[in-house]
């Protein structure tokens, strides 16, 4: 089982920064990925960022402000949000994707999530 517990969360004015962490911990095989989810009121839960082998992604609307990052001796999670905007907000989640076998071809498909961290941007 993996434990992920997120951090960092809070109010900020726009154009101000946050900055998230999330601890993994818990018994694996594959690191398929690890990333970072949000749900805005009203909306669906949306992709923000992932990282997996060193490699990277971001959803469009975040990409130049936010950077995710990882301390794998701490088994930590990270998400930089600079330049906040009220549509930032939303409750954040970490989510992995751990495998007992191997990742193979495919997507990032989380199966492991936190409990989720608030993150409110004021104008």
């Known amino acids: 089982q993996v434990q992920l517990t997120e951090s960092g969360g809070g109010s900020v004015q726009a154009g101000g920064s946050l900055k998230l962490s999330c601890a993994v911990s818990g018994n694996y095989f594959s690191d398929c990925g690890t990333g970072w989810y949000r749900q805005a009121p009203g909306k669906e839960r949306e992709l923000v960022s992932n990282i997996k082998s060193g490699f990277t992604t971001y959803a469009e609307s975040v990409k130049g402000r936010f950077t995710i990052s990882q301390d794998t001796a701490k088994n930590t999670l990270y998400l930089q949000m600079n330049s906040l905007k009220t549509e930032d907000t939303g409750v954040y989640y970490c989510?992995?994707?751990?495998?007992?076998?191997?990742?193979?071809?495919?997507?990032?498909?989380?199966?492991?999530w936190g409990q989720g961290t608030q993150v409110a941007v004021c104008s």
């Open positions: 989510a992995a994707d751990r495998r007992a076998g191997g990742c193979g071809p495919r997507p990032f498909s989380p199966n492991f």
